[in-house]
């Protein structure tokens, strides 16, 4: 077994280390379908813990020997959004099991984050909403400024919270990522990953073209061939679960 804590916090090293053994009681379980994700206190301090599913037999083999872990990459990228100046959980540890020799399961233990995420801001006023979504936009044409892409950037990977009269977001759900591209695909693609209408989408592309001085019917073009290979996608994988009972 490999355990990998940050510095700032080899005190909780012991509770670190029992994590496997499941040690610990969850204050609250937020997701427990691929993966389950539990907030803990732990004297004077909160951190989430991710427990990643069990891969196949195929990635157990990948992880064991090619590509980091899920865990370990979510604990480098946290750092290096970190020192971007791109807010996300502060990283703890990461912790990488093994059984006969190959990768097992991996756990990502982070700070705990007391923001809403973004699907959440529908309960503001029109006013506020209007002014997270303009901000919002600048973050994410900042984010791709910096060659920084999210590879899962849906909304509810994404928290919100207000200072000073200014909305900022924080990332999170980060073992995907992409560092040093400059893409127009990939940032249209990332813009669908928000699952926005179509009108909200057009909107957003055009402040977001607006201020990073691109082409914004080029971006459009981009926008809807992703959006529609994406629905493509999506009806085949239907298609196939129906033929094959998955």
């Known amino acids: 077994m490999k355990i990998h804590i940050h510095p700032e916090f080899t005190s909780y090293g012991q509770f670190i280390k029992s994590i496997p053994e499941g040690n610990y009681t969850p204050a609250e379980v937020y997701c427990n379908l691929r993966n389950t994700v539990a907030k803990v206190e732990v004297g004077n301090r909160t951190f989430v813990i991710k427990k990643y599913k069990i891969p196949t037999l195929f990635n157990r083999l990948v992880y064991t020997w090619i590509r980091k872990s899920k865990a370990r990459r979510s604990f480098e990228y946290a750092g290096r959004l970190l020192s971007c100046g791109i807010e996300t959980a502060p990283p703890v540890a990461y912790i990488e099991d093994r059984k006969g020799g190959l990768f097992n399961i ?14 959440k801001s529908i309960e503001l006023e029109e006013e506020e909403r209007k002014l997270l979504q303009q901000q919002f936009i600048e973050f994410t044409a900042r984010l791709h400024e910096a060659k920084i892409i999210h590879k899962d950037y849906n909304q509810n990977n994404i928290f919100y919270y207000k200072t000073d009269g200014r909305y900022h977001f924080a990332l999170v759900d980060i073992n995907r990522m992409d560092f040093g591209k400059d893409n127009l695909t990939l940032w249209m693609q990332a813009v669908n990953q928000l699952r926005m209408g179509v009108g909200e989408s057009v909107e957003f592309v055009e402040k977001y073209a607006e201020i990073r001085n691109l082409d914004v019917i080029k971006c459009l073009i981009v926008l809807f061939k992703n959006r529609r290979d994406r629905h493509r996608k999506e009806k085949m994988k239907l298609i196939f679960k129906k033929i094959f009972g998955i």
């Open 106 to 119: 991996g756990y990502f233990v982070s700070e705990y984050l007391p923001y809403p995420v973004l699907p």
